[in-house]
Every structure is written in structure tokens, then in C-alpha cells.
């Protein structure tokens, strides 16, 4: 099993697709901080269809609280700002990845204080700054999970 984070989500459709995408595999999905939407949110509940029910849904005050509820978890952020590629990882069972707000990523000390736990998705194009956050955790997840040898998870 393998953990998705999302720190402090702003957009209601990203989160639902994400949501979506954890039911499909059977990833557990920890909401962290305060979210830009209302859990409730018509666009949220839309965007991740009828599969709500099968989510395995956890909300969290803050990333220590997150870090609390999974004492044995790796954590690995996911950031533009970073040079190490996914794909050079190896990925382990109860890796925990974090994803930041779309606007403005993880925090910089956080960032700072885990440089070998930091963790890009590489792209060709320089003036593009950053991916759609459910394109990014949908590329990091299949690549754990093939990694795990069972991409249907």
C-alpha cells in the first residue's frame, strides 16, 4: 500500500479526480490542512463521480498530524523545485507522497529540511512551470505501482 497526500488542495475538480484515481487503485488519500473548497463542494463531489464511497478518505490538521498518523510511512515530496527524477526512486510499500497547493507548492523549508526525500516530475519544456496536480499524482502512483509489480493495484 502506498499513501497520496495532498497539502492544503485549492481546486475542487483536482481533488475529486484524485479522489477518484485513490478509489480506483485502492490508495488511501490524506487531505492535509485547509483545503481552497469546502469538502462538500458540488464540483469536488462531480469530479469524483459516484466512487466516493469507496475512498479511503483521511483529513489531517497539518503535516505533523499527518506524520503522526503514519509512524512508519517514508514521506516523499513531490515539487518543481527539486532535480531528483520519480522515476530514480524506488519506491516502497507505506510511501507516503506529498503533493502541494496548485498555486504555489509545497513550502520551501519543507523542502529544504528533506532534500533527499524530494522528489520531479521532469519536463522538456522550461517554460512550463508545473504539471495539473491530478496528471502529477496519477504519473507518481502507476510508477510505484508498477514498481510494486501490479499497476492494477
Known sequence: M??????????????????????ATRTPLHIVGVTG????DRTLKRSGLDYWEHVELHR?????ALR???P???????????????????FEVGDCL?????????PAALLAGHPESCLTIPMS???VRSLNL??????????????????QA
Not at 473548497?37 to 462538500?40: A, E, I, L, S
Not at 489531517?60 to 505533523?64: A, E, F, G, K, T
Open 2 to 23: 502506498i499513501h497520496i497526500a495532498l497539502y492544503e488542495p485549492e481546486i475542487p475538480p483536482n481533488t475529486g479526480n484524485i479522489a477518484r484515481l485513490c478509489a
Open 37 to 40: 473548497f469546502r469538502m462538500d
Open 60 to 64: 489531517h490538521v497539518d503535516l505533523p
Open 68 to 70: 503522526s498518523a503514519l
Open 72 to 90: 512508519d510511512a517514508r514521506f516523499l515530496y513531490l515539487s518543481t523545485k527539486c532535480d531528483r527524477p520519480y522515476f530514480e526512486h524506488t
Open 98 to 106: 506529498v503533493f502541494g497547493p496548485e498555486t504555489r507548492g509545497l
Open 125 to 127: 519544456n522550461p517554460d
Open 134 to 151: 491530478a496528471t502529477s499524482v496519477g504519473i507518481v502512483l502507476y510508477e510505484a505501482l508498477r514498481q510494486f509489480g501490479n499497476p
